[in-house]
């Protein structure tokens, strides 16, 4: 194989782990603050940025105060727009 196939071979392989286009539009921060917008008083409990059905999302789950209910929280990593707002008791997690 040529240097140049090679290489083909390698942006090919590249691209299915990082799309074209830039996943982190909506930086952490920001979503973090629209997501503790969401529940007053909340404090973040975790987040992550994950692709799902081709789409990038920051997940958090929010404490909710003066219950042991959290709240799941997806955000758009592109458009910042919230996918879901639900509400997981303990037994749910």
């Keep these: 194989m040529t240097s140049i196939g090679r290489a083909a071979c390698l942006v090919i392989a590249l691209s299915l782990f990082y799309p074209v286009e830039d996943a982190r539009a909506i930086t952490r921060d ?3 603050t629209a997501a503790l917008e969401l529940v007053p008083g909340g404090t ?24 042991k209910n959290v709240q799941a929280i ?7 727009a919230v996918v879901s707002n639900t509400t997981e008791s303990p037994f749910d997690r």
């Design 74 to 80: 997806q955000i758009d990593a592109l458009t910042g």
């Design 44 to 67: 973040l409990l975790s987040g992550s940025l994950e692709r799902s059905r081709g789409r990038w999302t920051w997940w958090f789950d929010v404490s909710i105060p003066r219950s």
């Design 30 to 32: 920001q979503a973090e």
